[in-house]
């Protein structure tokens, strides 16, 4: 470099540039030199296959001339080993990601070499070249060489070069001219640095190849700082992806469960609103999202006051305000407190079910289930027949049904019956007992209130009957026990099918089947004035009528077999009821119909279970006391004799239930002794000692 000076306008020389001249020469002479003993090592190693002199080889390098050499690759002849279209294509798309991710860094780094004759090249994990980057005519001389998209750099292919050293070694590296295996590449000088993975697996490799004389150890920092910034954009682009694919798993599952889903932060915002609960409550996601609670939910709802104080909310009814309606639903409020202060609430978690839907949640908060089908109706005689059959008509139609019966002829088992036949049998089976309950407080069973409507509700309110009915069933039983006003409540219900909760003001509507029960009849309960006529066409839609058990004495046997069955699985024992038992049993009148029989039975069972004994005898029977009374009272005869008979008397009766059982058993010995509660080969030796003939 030269200085002009200013006075005497000579050419003026500095001697510090004259000192660097000759240091660079020397350098530049000593390099020559050195690329000089790389080159006759090469060429001796080449012909012998050894290197007598190998200071100048670096030990890596010479480790993979020897694999060279051993793969039989030819050091002055290139065979390039490339992709078809169809595979550089597949490739291409297999790292897509890496190529996005290095080609800004990559061709920013490209455009200040211009004028160097150096390119860069990005290849992936199995050392082919996915894009070069640098000056066209840069990349075409490379071409021409032998190096461009879909070449393979691996050591197999071409010999050594820093490309696959740097993979085998796992860290950068430079190679230099006569370094390089193959004579045809020997022509540049490569810095190879490898990328990494977030797993520290081997993502691909960065090459900054050029002039063999233009080496510089820069070039290899510049390549390892491209590898690094690629690293480093690469990991956050997947910490990236993974934050989001972990969003839209948790968006998914929460938008996947059936139950509404709110979530609040600590300022009272809604940060989750998942698509179910906008289904439930009639707000679209997006428009509750970012929003104020109150701004969505009304205002004051229970979730802010859980976000104020704390406290949680477990199976209580939720009631919000959503766009001027009263929507009411069923679930929990759960605080959020942060791990270092339980004081603090950072936030507020709802998950809650619309009334209509809650049918399995409501079941299992009072036991609101129906457990008996018609094939636990235990009965054959017709007139226990006609009104099975009627009922499961019935169990088909939306209509309500009125179902009349003594007390303990099953009317709650053929309610629920109806309803494990309906098309509602999912829902909740609620019943409530009218003449259980004071007239006072049936009003509010059955509508529910509002919080603080009276002295001593509950502050959060309280669903009625008709309500958790929702879906399913709601059983009347001694619906004749209302008192009028209380009728005439009912009546505007189902007129109007919605009804309002005591102290509240919004209707809703009422969504369960209506199925009522007297034990009166209720044409009789209408005629003396008990009984609003009114309502009694609203109920009596389909009537059941329920015969007494002593009117269906034909099915006194299998119901006896059937209860002795139950209770010998519930006590562990089988059991027998002998002649003399059955003979009283049989002449009862029972007024308590098939409750006081199940009973009855139940008690003789144990009794015979607490003596060690399989059989249950006359005196289990008498010692129940309505049949001792009866006994005393002669109310209990057969064919018009008093029982205790003679045993003529006692065979006859015996005799005839054996027959009969038989009989309704078409010959089936098994179902035969099951319905008169005694075994296979007691019922044997009764049919040899009476001379019956089996029915064909």
């Known amino acids: 470099m030269y200085f002009r000076d200013r006075e005497a306008k000579d050419l003026i020389l500095p001697r510090e540039f004259e000192e660097l001249a000759e240091r660079q020469l020397y350098e530049y002479r000593n390099f020559l030199g050195y690329l000089t003993c790389l080159k006759q090592n090469w060429e001796t190693f080449i012909k012998t296959g050894k290197v007598d002199k190998a200071r100048f080889i670096r030990p890596e390098v010479l480790s993979s001339w020897k694999r060279s050499r051993e793969r039989g690759i030819d050091p002055y002849r290139l065979y390039p080993i490339s992709l078809t279209p169809e595979n550089l294509k597949r490739k291409l798309e297999e790292n897509r990601e890496l190529i996005e991710i290095a080609s800004p860094f990559l061709d920013a780094f490209a455009s200040n070499l211009k004028g160097s004759g150096f390119r860069v090249d990005l290849l992936d994990r199995d050392l082919y070249i996915l894009k070069q980057f ?292 999912d829902g909740p089976f609620v019943g409530i007992n009218c003449a259980a309950i004071p007239a006072e407080l049936i009003e509010s069973e059955l509508f529910g209130y509002e919080g603080g409507a009276f002295t001593g509700a509950k502050r959060e309110g309280q669903p009625g009957k008709f309500e958790l009915a929702a879906g399913g069933t709601l059983f009347l039983d001694e619906v004749n026990a209302m008192s009028m006003a209380m009728q005439a409540k009912l009546l505007r219900v189902l007129q109007n099918r919605s009804f309002t909760r005591i102290g509240g003001t919004s209707e809703i509507p009422l969504k369960a089947r209506i199925i009522a029960a007297s034990n009166r009849d209720l044409w009789e309960e209408v005629r003396q004035g008990n009984f609003r006529e009114d309502l009694f066409y609203r109920l009596n839609v389909i009537t059941i009528e329920i015969p007494p058990l002593r009117e269906r004495k034909e099915d006194l046997w299998e119901l006896i077999g059937h209860f002795c069955q139950k209770h010998a699985r519930r006590l562990g024992s089988s059991f027998e009821v002998s002649e003399e038992a059955l003979k009283l049993l049989e002449a009862y009148h029972w007024p308590g119909n098939v409750r006081e029989l199940e009973n009855v039975l139940e008690r003789c069972a144990v009794m015979a279970f607490s003596r060690s004994s399989r059989r249950i005898e006359a005196q289990d029977v008498l010692s129940y006391p309505g049949i001792k009374k009866s006994l005393e009272k002669g109310e209990v005869r057969v064919s018009g004799e008093p029982v205790p008979g003679g045993a003529d008397t006692l065979e006859t009766v015996e005799r005839r239930a054996v027959e009969e059982a038989l009989k309704r058993a078409g010959g089936n010995i098994s179902r035969a002794a099951a319905m008169l509660g005694i075994t296979r080969k007691t019922l044997y030796r009764k049919i040899k000692k009476y001379g019956i003939s089996l029915p064909t």
Not at 302 to 310: Q, V, W
Not at 329 to 340: A, R
Not at 393 to 400: D, E, I, K, M
């Open 134 to 425: 640098g000056e066209p005519e840069v990349l075409e001389m490379a071409k021409r060489q032998g190096s461009y998209p879909g070449v393979s750099r691996s050591e197999e292919a071409t010999g050594t070069n820093a490309i696959n050293l740097a993979a085998i070694l796992g860290r950068p590296i430079q190679l230099v001219g006569p370094e390089h295996y193959n004579a045809q590449l020997q022509y540049w000088t490569c810095s190879a640095a490898p990328i990494f993975d977030e797993h520290e697996g081997l993502l691909g490799i960065i090459n900054v190849a050029g002039h063999y004389l233009k080496v510089h150890q820069h070039t290899l920092g510049m390549a390892i700082a491209l590898s690094k910034a690629i690293e480093f954009s690469w990991r956050q682009n997947r910490l990236r992806r993974e934050k989001e694919l972990a969003g839209k798993y948790i968006e998914s599952i929460v938008d996947s469960i059936f139950d509404g889903l709110i979530a609040l932060n600590g300022e009272g915002r809604i940060t989750v609103f998942n698509r179910p609960a906008g289904q439930i409550l009639g707000v679209s996601p997006q428009e509750a999202v970012d929003q104020a609670v109150e701004v969505i939910l009304g205002p004051q709802p229970i979730i802010r006051e859980a976000l104020r104080t704390g406290e949680a909310y477990l199976n209580k009814e939720l009631v919000f305000q959503v766009k001027n309606k009263r929507k009411t639903v069923i679930g929990n409020v759960v605080p959020i407190t942060s791990s270092e202060d339980n004081s603090r609430v950072n936030g507020v978690l709802a998950v809650f079910k619309g009334l209509t839907h809650a049918r399995g949640f409501i079941k299992n908060l009072a036991g609101f289930k129906a457990y008996f089908t018609f094939e636990d109706l235990v009965g054959r005689s017709p007139n226990f027949s006609q009104a099975v059959s009627l009922a499961r008509q019935a169990a088909a139609l939306p209509s309500n049904i009125l179902i009349l019966g003594e007390s303990g002829t099953g009317k709650e088992m053929f309610a629920q019956a109806i309803h494990n036949a309906s098309n509602v049998s």
